[in-house]
């Protein structure tokens, strides 16, 4: 019997490990869209374009946390993906910390290309939210300028099917 409760315990110590196990490093750029809308019919050349609401993050290092929120272009001619300019464009600024199995994240707007409010961008509104991780994927309840919530279900870049431009999101410069 002595060797079936180790046995038992083994298993149980695996289970906790297995549970425990660290979230992975969530420094760098990721990426959510919603559903692609085709953008036209295809041009003479036969490349398709397709837009879709979209949020660029980049988790900076020193918790330096920056993303870019509005419509997303992609060819299949082009190499990247890119925030658009224009349509909305907002750039929000922030910090992130792991907290326990989550990524605590304070925000704010920093720049917008059509402030709603006149004082959005004179006394941004700093938000929080807990981002967790399942199924390869950190889930963000983004709190949007009007105060709704977006569900973002946001994918590394790295695994992205094609190059995610950090255009908007960048991390600041290294202080030496």
């Avoid at 199924?135 to 973002?152: C, D, E, N, Y």
Wanted: hydrophobic share 45%; net charge neutral.
């Amino acid at each position: 019997m002595p060797s079936f409760l180790r046995v038992v315990a083994l298993l149980l110590a695996a289970a906790v490990a297995r549970a425990a196990d660290p979230m992975p490093s969530v420094l760098g750029l990721w990426i959510h869209h919603d559903k692609w809308v085709l953008d036209g019919p295809a041009d003479k050349d036969g490349d398709i374009h397709k837009v879709a609401s979209a949020a660029v993050v980049n988790f900076c290092p020193r918790g330096i946390f920056r993303m870019a929120t509005g419509v997303i272009y992609q060819s299949t001619r082009s190499p990247e993906v890119v925030i658009g300019a224009s349509d909305g464009l907002a750039i929000y600024s922030g910090r992130w910390s792991a907290v326990g199995d989550t990524i605590r994240v304070e925000y704010h707007l920093a720049d917008a290309e059509i402030p709603r409010v006149p004082d959005d961008l004179k006394n941004p509104e700093t938000r929080v939210a807990e981002l967790t991780f399942a199924k390869g994927r950190l889930h963000f309840p983004f709190i949007t300028r009007s105060a709704t919530v977006w569900q973002m279900s946001l994918l590394p870049s790295e695994r992205y099917e094609k190059k995610v431009d950090p255009d908007f999101a960048e991390c600041p410069p290294k202080l030496h």
